[in-house]
């Protein structure tokens, strides 16, 4: 099989490939001309909107003729662009010139002589005929072929002598044979058709084998022909000289050979026109008719070209675009990375399975295990290098059906060392995926058919779902759901669980499980292992396990037998003993190998003599491999039957052999061609396509300075030739295979082999492996196409050639662009680039540009959107949670908060991955100032916003009610029924946790696993108790009284704490009773422990490894140094805290409690010479030393009301002078400047507390509650919940290190948050109650919230901090802000405040006014307060002076644009009362038709209308001033307006009718009709722009799948639509449910939240050129960043009473 080119069946093309077939002598211009103007745009074109590269083969690109290549060699390049071309595969060009006739690269023998013969009969000279051509026996049949050329070129100044000499050359050989065949038509020894084979040109004879005899499906709309007719293109000079040549005695050629005119019209006029009707051939003709005199001039030439290059780009375009693409991402099969990897894996196997030429007895070895009826064990094939393992099972997987037809195998093979991501978690995922989707596919086609045979089904349990013995009527088990296995932070424990469930219950005797995993054993880092051992043992029934390994890898499948390592090979007897059956597969009989490599030289027209043969027969016997069959294939192919072969002409073995190969292309393409494309092809991570090969070979300087003609000017566009990388691929298609990754077939080598002789001969050491890959990272991140080619350096350019090959240059183009997603037409369809996805990491991390990978990958939101949007989410986060290279990264933080946020949105994401802006930017905005570097990836996603035309953005972000984690670790622990006994973490940030199994797991920081400690003493492992840590110690002690201390900022070294004199103090050992060590103080070089029920402290020497101790009064309960090391004050039991000597253990003094309660801490002050205990209840007593020598004075004693609850923990920071004492009921803070009690926080109801800590600021708390997975933070200056972080499990215990705070939960799993993401979501500003009323001012640079509290907030918008609260004496209900922006109005209390908005000063504060709403008159001058029971007031905004009282109470009241009337409804009349007098001067009522009126709008822009709706669904304009009325519309009965959801743009255009469910109804007045947008849930708030150019609308989303988890489907969605199209401009899922919706004139989204927070969302829309920017808070105005609490708001108070009082 030629797996070259896969049947179109298993796959599809990802290039476009063209043969330009032409004259050479003929279409220069044109040429050129298409190769610098179209090809490059075209190419572009199709990568852009098809995903497709393009790829032109032009064989008479080179200007030396000699190299062009000859008849056979265009004849594979026609049959290769036809079979593996997406679309055209042929373009063609005829002008007015035949060409020349081409000479045959092999003659028969007997068709040979004939012509010798007849040329020597007719006295025509034979020398160079017999001088070009030799006899060759080894050919199929047997014939005369035209002698190679010589490869040494002449030096430049004798290069146009001989290529004169070649032509002439050429042409006698010609003459020749024109003559010959002429005379043998003459005589009838050669049949007419024969001899035309001889007269054609290249081109009639490319065009021929490309289009005749073909099937249409390879002719329509596959080819493009363009034919030329040039009248009088000769000229008159050309035309005498014509006439006098013929006007000589004609000869027997002459009369009998054709004309090339005749050729000509014959292909033009007979051929071509026959195709055009058979088979629909495109063909197009133009006509150019010339000046007589001057024929067909250069300028001519050039103006045809011209308008040849605008017909071939539109018509090729059209061609183009007309393919219909399979497998790319549009197709839903292929929607996510596991579901295409395991299209590419199946594709895979077939053409692997090409490969297998000769059948194997081992074969049915296989197929008697595959045939068993219940195997409990793998059956393993092993065999050595190149024996065949990976072939024989491809071959297997195809017979298999074939094998079991009485059921419906489910058979998934798995290339293992293939794969594009070879690890235990990338493969564990892929075959869970395939096991699962393989058999639900199946079951949905079966429950297909049994729906459509019958209506009444007999069973209602899930076919998925029943157990595998069915015999015993167990209850079904649910299936298990396939979607976690997506899940970026699954692992593999719980993907072993999967399997193993998926194993068990999937599997039916129907239909059998068959799994081939190849390769295991060739996995980096012992990964195979790691597979075999998540396989359960034995397999499930109707589960068969097929596997392959080396033989000098055996050692692997000691994870199936772990009590002895597996013999070389096990019989089926020894089963039992081994735990798998083996086949070892042995070497291939020789008389195979050689029918084998006969069938292929037989394929390619090739033999060998019979003594050749014996010389193969010897090789075969020393080494009788397929592979090697095939090496010898090539090799003996270029043998000639009177070649010298000796034993020492083939090669004895495969690498060898493949040294050998590589040695015949350097020889034959040139040392640096094949050594750089065998170089990019073996260090691509997953193979390269072979334009990305032709790209890469013309940007090395080395290679395109052998391209340089000596003394000739290099081009700045040079480029090699496609001609010559084409003719290399050619060589090397018995051993390139074409594979699909990630949508683009790309050259992969056929074996590993191939890598590995490559490696040693071409890149065997660093700096070459480096060179290779940074070329490979130059080329995918896009640096080399920036619109010109690689130039070369000077001194590459002046170097001789030193004899080698002289090649020519290219300008048809530059390397193709590399932008990590396509620009598409289309805004909702992007094409990813999967070859720049899946290639740069790898070379960036290969040529060790960490900066580039961290800062212009892993950090940038292009490649981010580019991952989710090709379903390669789990891998990103696996990069950016990676490991490798973290030494070399800078910003681990940055990296850790972008997998977090990724993990966190996965379900969203895979789902909807064109949400990844909107999420991303709301997530990082508020931690911009915790990470400034993010500022660049949210930048990034607004442009990206501005190149795609709109979108909406987050201008202001709410407060956050959660905090992403830096970190999310668990043990790999055995048993999952452990718990956490005791945990602790250092300064330095390494956390020790022991369990209650006695186990110890560390974890050293982020980026870091918990990895299990293991510490051993007479040769037994020990078990631990209990850790304690202090400073950058931690010591731990066992379940056998040891202690062992480790000094976590040093080498892992574990110190074991001896008490070499065995004092009193210690345990008697037989007790066997644990002696529990309480804690422990690092001070200067020494330790000092305290134990439990115990009184007396051990000092441990660290420096010279003694112990000592020295006693105290009672049991010590805490213990504390001073900062010098000189004191050590001990609290104890009975209340007392004793000082001593910290040399001599002297007692220096002691103080004690009055209540005589034990001392839980102890906390010094210094500096003041206090010193504060906090004992077990919670009492503080405060004690001053004047000296240390003298007794301590009592200064304070606060005692706590209530003595029944224990404090569970206290917590102090001394820069901030803040003390936290945590009981079950409440949490206390305690000012420790003057040790007053600063504030109290009680638990929630039900709820207790179980620990609580300060942040490193201390401007928040964290605390843990019982029975609530959540950990909650307190803002200390409001006393709100801010958030709640989310943990995996229940809390242990929380860890406070100096820049994280982690949670330990029962499990043992930890979840790290940075201090600086929880302090900036902690003090985001956010009002105490839900936020009720947003005001936006005309500017839109501040806005103003009420929440119903007694204050208004002031934000400003630059900033998105409060800056001013307005305080009143009650809580406000109205709020409103004067057209001018100068004055707030506010009704709080039943008093009116009127503020001014600049200054804060609360101007007017008014009493009587009875109102329950205020108005501001558009003019700002007047206020109207509206009250329902009393008299409404007009009113002076300057003084607050009343100007008229309304008598009637007029609802919904609005104030005219011209500030003249309030209107407002009544008893359902529309009355307008004047706002000078008081009365009602205008009405609006539809006595008539006894009509009430619904609702209504003023126009801003039209003042004199008011728009009316009646209950009827009439509507109506009313000109207030006239009285007039008009009836415009009349709605259809379904519509209903409704009064609180009625509202209408300024001029008038569009109104929002009403909010039913998921539909917001309209009226476009514009147009006169009626519109509808469905939204995606029911809606919660509608809101229209007021300049009539959107909607927005906050829905509830659709209930998600039910095995979604995810939060993020379930919130709300904030949409914007625009009104002129009904376009959707962009949402945003909100992170809280909404309280209010107000939309500005400046296109931004206020959205109020009921936390009280708020958030401001822009709305970018090209048709009004929007701006962003990306706002920085603590950059403003050029400040530097301040803590929210020194920045707090200006706090404006009201006037202490009323200034002005109505009656």
């Not at 602790?984 to 920081?1005: I, Q």
């Not at 040399?1143 to 002050?1165: E, P, Y």
């Not at 307190?1274 to 929380?1294: D, F, I, M, Y």
């Not at 004047?1474 to 609006?1484: E, P």
Request: a negative charge; glycine letters at 6%; proline letters at 5%.
């Amino acid at each position: 099989m030629d797996c070259w080119s896969p049947s179109k069946s298993t796959c599809s093309s990802s290039c476009v490939k063209l043969y330009l077939c032409s004259n050479p002598e003929d279409s220069v211009v044109e040429r050129r001309a298409l190769r610098e103007d179209v090809f490059p745009k075209l190419r572009e074109h199709c990568r852009q909107t098809l995903g497709l590269d393009l790829r032109v083969i032009d064989p008479f690109e080179s200007c030396d003729p000699s190299r062009w290549p000859d008849e056979n060699t265009r004849k594979q390049l026609i049959k290769e662009c036809r079979e593996s071309s997406a679309g055209p595969f042929l373009l063609a060009f005829i002008g007015h010139q035949y060409g020349p006739a081409s000479q045959p690269a092999q003659v028969e023998v007997s068709e040979y002589q004939l012509l010798l013969q007849e040329s020597q009969r007719a006295g025509v000279s034979t020398v160079e005929l017999e001088r070009e051509y030799q006899r060759d026996e080894n050919t199929i049949p047997p014939s005369y072929c035209r002698r190679a050329a010589h490869t040494c070129r002449p030096q430049a100044e004798f290069k146009e002598e001989e290529e004169s000499n070649i032509k002439a050359k050429e042409d006698e050989l010609g003459k020749v044979f024109q003559t010959t065949v002429s005379l043998c038509v003459h005589k009838g020894l050669m049949t007419a058709d024969r001899a035309q084979s001889y007269y054609r040109s290249a081109l009639d004879a490319d065009l021929r084998f490309a289009l005749e005899d073909r099937p249409d499906s390879d002719i329509i709309r596959r080819c493009l022909i363009y034919i030329h007719k040039v009248i009088n293109a000769k000229g008159l000079r050309l035309m005498r000289s014509k006439h006098q040549s013929e006007s000589e005695a004609p000869t027997l050629e002459q009369t009998t050979t054709p004309t090339d005119g005749q050729l000509l019209s014959e292909l033009c006029g007979v051929f071509l026109p026959g195709l055009v009707a058979s088979s629909q051939l495109l063909v197009y003709t133009i006509t150019t008719e010339c000046d007589r005199r001057h024929g067909y001039t250069t300028a001519r030439r050039r103006g045809y070209a011209k308008s040849l290059i605008q017909q071939v780009s539109s018509d090729l375009v059209g061609l183009i675009d007309s393919v219909k693409i399979s497998g790319t991402s549009s197709d839903p099969q292929l929607g996510d990375a596991l579901s295409r990897e395991q299209a590419e894996q199946e594709e895979l196997c077939h053409i692997l399975s090409g490969f297998y030429d000769v059948t194997r007895p081992e074969e049915e070895e296989v197929r008697a295990y595959v045939e068993q009826s219940q195997p409990q064990c793998p059956f393993v094939v092993t065999g050595g290098p190149c024996a065949g393992k990976t072939v024989l099972l491809a071959q297997c997987a195809q017979q298999i059906k074939s094998w079991l037809p009485d059921c419906d195998p489910v058979v998934i093979t798995y290339f293992c060392n293939l794969s594009i991501n070879p690890t235990p978690k990338h493969l564990l995922s892929n075959l869970c995926h395939q096991i699962a989707d393989r058999y639900h596919s199946r079951s949905s086609s079966e429950q297909n058919i049994r729906d459509q045979n019958s209506n009444n089904p007999t069973s209602t349990l899930n076919p998925l779902c029943e157990p595998t013995n069915k015999g015993q009527g167990l209850s079904a088990t649910p299936c298990p759901d396939s979607s976690d296995i997506m899940k970026p932070d699954i692992c593999i424990s719980e993907l072993e669980e999967r399997l193993s469930t998926l194993l068990s219950f999937m599997p039916s005797t129907k239909q059998p499980l068959i799994l081939i995993l190849v390769g295991l054993d060739r996995i980096k880092n012992s990964f195979g292992s790691k597979i075999f051992q998540c396989f359960p043992s034995p397999l499930p029934p109707n589960v068969k396990l097929i596997l392959t390994v080396s033989s000098n890898r055996m050692q692997v499948l000691q994870t199936i037998n772990p009590q002895r390592s597996p013999p070389p090979c096990e019989s089926e007897g020894s089963e039992k003993e081994s735990g798998y059956v083996c086949a070892q597969l042995g070497r291939v009989d020789r008389k195979r190998c050689a029918k084998m490599l006969a069938s292929l030289l037989s394929g390619s027209g090739r033999r060998v003599t019979s003594g050749q043969q014996a010389l193969v027969n010897q090789a075969l016997t020393s080494c009788c491999l397929t592979l090697y069959a095939r090496l010898l294939h090539l090799h003996t192919s270029l043998w000639h039957s009177d070649s010298d072969v000796t034993e020492s002409s083939l090669p004895d073995g495969v690498h060898s052999s493949i040294s050998a190969l590589l040695d015949h292309l350097e020889q034959k393409h040139g040392r640096s061609v094949v050594a750089r494309a065998v170089s990019f092809i073996t260090l691509s991570r997953t193979g390269l396509t072979e334009a990305e090969l032709a790209d890469l070979l013309s940007t090395d300087d080395e290679l395109l300075s052998e391209y340089v003609q000596q003394g000739a000017s290099p081009s700045s566009d040079m480029r090699v030739l496609q001609i010559d990388v084409e003719r290399l691929l050619l060589d090397l298609r018995g051993f390139l295979i074409r594979r699909r990754v990630g949508g683009s077939q790309v050259l992969f080598w056929v074996s590993r082999h191939f890598k590995l002789v490559a490696a040693r001969r071409y890149f065997s050491n660093h700096e070459a492996r480096r060179e290779i890959h940074t070329a490979l990272a130059d080329y995918f991140s896009g640096r080399l196409s920036c619109g010109s080619a690689k130039p070369l350096l000077a001194n590459q350019l002046s170097r001789p050639n030193n004899g080698t090959n002289q090649k020519d240059t290219s300008l048809d183009g530059h390397p193709s662009s590399q932008p990590f997603i396509f620009a598409s037409s289309s805004k909702d369809v992007s094409r990813v680039n999967f070859r720049k996805v899946l290639e740069l990491p790898h070379h960036l991390r290969e040529s060790n540009k960490w900066e580039e990978l961290e800062r212009g990958m892993l950090m940038f939101f292009g490649f981010h959107q580019a991952m989710v949007q090709a379903g390669l989410l789990g891998d990103l986060v696996c990069m950016l949670e990676g490991k490798e290279g973290s030494s070399h990264f800078c910003f681990p933080r940055e990296r850790a908060l972008l997998a977090s946020i990724l993990t966190s949105c996965a379900c969203l994401l895979r789902s909807s991955p064109l949400q990844l802006p909107a999420v991303m930017e709301a997530s990082l905005l508020p931690y911009l100032e915790v990470f400034p570097v993010l500022e660049c990836y949210v930048r990034d996603i607004r442009e990206e916003r501005k190149k795609k035309g709109s979108g909406l953005g987050v201008k202001l972000c709410p407060a956050p009610s959660s905090v992403p984690s830096v970190q999310c670790s668990r043990c790999d622990a055995k048993n999952d029924n452990v718990s956490v006994t005791e945990a602790a973490g250092t300064e330095c940030g390494v956390v020790a946790e022991v369990m209650d199994d006695g186990t110890a797991w560390v974890w050293k920081g982020l980026g870091c696993d918990i990895v299990k400690l293991s510490l051993s003493s007479e040769q037994k492992e020990l078990k631990f108790a209990g850790v304690k840590s202090s400073g950058q110690f931690a010591l731990l002690s066992t379940q056998c009284n040891k202690l062992f201390l480790w000094d976590v900022a040093g080498p892992q070294v574990f110190l074991q704490v001896k008490d070499t004199l065995k004092t009193e103090f210690e345990m008697d050992s037989s007790k066997k009773t644990l002696n529990k060590i309480e804690g422990f103080v690092a001070c200067q070089k020494k330790l000092l422990m305290w134990w439990r029920d115990e009184s007396f402290v051990s000092v441990f020497d660290i420096s010279c490894g003694t112990l000592t101790h020295f006693q105290c009064q009672g049991c010590v309960t805490c213990l504390v140094c001073s900062s010098d090391g000189l004191c050590i004050y001990c609290g104890q039991e009975e209340g007392t805290v004793s000082i001593f000597d910290a040399d001599t253990f002297t007692l220096l003094g002691t103080c004690s409690n009055s209540n005589l309660n034990a001392v839980t801490s102890v906390i010094l002050c210094e500096e003041k010479g206090e010193v504060a205990c906090v004992d077990r209840t919670g009492n503080v007593t405060l004690w001053e030393f004047e000296a240390q020598t003298q007794r301590p004075r009592l200064v304070k004693e606060s005692l706590t009301k209530s003595q029944s609850n224990n404090i569970l923990n206290t917590d102090y920071s001394i820069e901030n002078n803040t003390l936290l004492v945590c009981y079950p009921t409440q949490v206390t803070l305690w000012e420790t400047c003057a040790w007053e009690l600063w504030d109290q926080f009680l638990a929630p109801q039900g709820r207790a507390f179980t620990q609580a800590v300060l942040s490193q600021d201390s401007h928040l708390f964290l605390a843990l509650l019982n029975d609530c997975p959540l950990v909650l933070v307190w803002r200390v200056s409001t006393g709100q919940c801010v958030l709640s972080l989310e943990t995996n499990k229940q809390p242990h215990t929380l860890l406070r290190t100096a820049s994280d705070v982690i949670c330990v939960a029962d499990e043992g799993c930890l979840t790290v948050w940075d201090s600086g993401t929880i302090y900036a979501a902690g003090t985001a500003p956010k009002m105490s109650r839900g936020v009720e009323e947003v005001v936006v001012g005309v500017t839109g640079k501040w806005f103003y919230t009420s929440d119903g509290s007694e204050t208004v907030w002031r934000w400003r918008l630059e900033t998105g901090l409060p800056h001013a609260y307005f305080l009143h004496d009650g809580p406000v209900q109205k709020l409103r802000l004067s057209p001018d922006i100068v004055h707030l109005l506010t009704l709080s209390g039943g008093d009116i405040y009127l503020w001014q908005t600049e200054t804060g000063q609360n101007i007017l504060r008014i009493s009587g006014s009875r109102a329950t709403d205020i108005l501001i008159t558009p003019n700002s001058n007047f206020g109207v307060s509206i009250s329902d029971r009393y008299l409404s007031r007009v009113w002076k905004l300057s003084h607050g002076s009343i100007v008229c009282s309304i008598h009637l109470y007029l609802s919904d009241a609005q104030v005219s644009p011209e500030s003249t009337f309030l209107i407002g409804r009544r008893h359902g009349d529309l009355l307008a009362a004047s706002l000078w007098t008081g009365s009602i001067s205008k009405r609006f009522s539809c006595v008539a038709s006894s009509e009430q009126v619904v609702a209504f709008c003023t126009l801003t822009e039209h003042l004199d209308f008011v728009v009316v709706m009646a209950a009827s669904g009439a509507l109506y304009t009313w000109k207030v001033a006239e009285e007039t009325v008009c009836r415009h519309f009349q709605l259809p009965h379904m519509f209903h307006c409704q009064l609180q959801d009625f509202q209408m743009c300024s001029d008038g255009n569009y109104a929002v009718l009403s909010t039913e469910n998921k539909d917001i109804n309209l009226l476009d007045l514009s147009q006169v009709r009626l519109c509808s947008i469905k939204a995606e849930g029911p809606i919660i708030k509608a809101c229209l722009d007021k300049t009539g150019c959107y909607v927005a609308y906050i829905s509830r989303p659709a209930t998600p799948e039910k095995s979604c988890v995810c939060s993020l489907h379930a919130r709300p969605v904030l949409t914007v639509v625009r009104l002129a199209d009904g376009e959707r401009i962009g949402s945003v899922r909100l992170s809280k449910n909404p309280s209010t919706l107000v939309v500005s004139k400046q296109q931004c989204v206020f959205v109020g939240f009921e936390d009280g927070s708020v958030g401001v969302y822009s709305i970018f829309d090209i048709m009004v050129n929007g701006e962003e920017s990306v706002r920085c808070r603590e950059k403003v105005n050029g400040q530097s960043k301040q803590c929210p609490f020194d920045r707090a708001p200006f706090s404006w108070l009201p006037l202490a009473a009323p200034n002005v009082t109505w009656p």
